[in-house]
């Protein structure tokens, strides 16, 4: 009889909320592209989009790790939003990233921002329950590596240009709540001590352990 390898599907991770302290440090380089950083990638991408509401990005920081790594798809899922998608015109960071999506990012930076600016609704998967608008640049110039080791900038417009502002943020400890109007931070304080409450209880859990 032939032996068959099973292959493991990559392992869902916890997604930490507000209070846990991986969201509020600067993340670290990652020096070297190894198994380890590609194990984390896999992992981070089934967490992102095995949700009640899959994600479009996720960071690091978000799964406790403070490394400077984010995975994102940022493309348009329903038949309205790919025939949208269509008639108006890509980036140049769209129109080669949406094809390797889903994909991660390592070592993520944004060299300069447009000044034109967007507002628009946001959330996080860190912070359920929380929701707000904020004005980010409309275009960014991205600098990244791919898992591969391949270099890439490119000008990054849309949804995506959004989710790499939002997510690059996480790597630098920034929460979106942060950047939302104070009318808006007031309204979600309480669910902010909710779950600020929940990490504290999970982490005195723990450490009885």
Do not use: W
């Not at 990233?97 to 447009?114: D, G, K, Q, Y």
């Not at 000044?115 to 110039?141: D, H």
């Not at 490119?154 to 240009?161: D, M, N, Q």
Request: glycine share 6%.
């Amino acid at each position: 009889m032939f032996d068959f390898i099973k292959i493991s599907r990559p392992r869902r991770m916890r997604v930490v909320c507000n209070g846990h302290p991986a969201l509020r440090m600067k993340s670290l380089p990652v020096m070297a592209i190894t198994d380890e950083i590609r194990e984390l990638a896999q992992r981070m991408i089934v967490t992102m989009k095995e949700n009640e509401i899959p994600g479009v990005g996720l960071a690091a920081p978000q799964v406790g790790v403070n490394k400077r790594m984010i995975v994102i798809d940022t493309r348009p899922v329903g038949r309205k939003e790919k025939r949208a998608e269509k008639q108006k015109q890509l980036s140049p960071g769209e129109m080669m990233l949406n094809p390797l999506m889903p994909l991660a990012l390592v070592n993520p930076e944004i060299l300069s921002s447009s000044a034109e600016t967007e507002t628009c609704g946001e959330g996080c998967l860190s912070l359920p329950g929380v929701e707000g608008e904020v004005t980010r640049p409309a275009k960014v110039l991205l600098r990244a590596k791919l898992l591969d080791g391949k270099e890439v900038m490119l000008e990054c417009g849309g949804l995506l240009a959004r989710c790499l502002q939002h997510e690059i943020d996480h790597l630098d400890g920034v929460l979106f709540y942060d950047r939302i109007p104070k009318e808006q931070q007031e309204a979600a304080n309480d669910v902010m001590a909710e779950l600020a409450a929940q990490e504290a209880m999970l982490a005195a859990t723990q450490q009885k352990i």
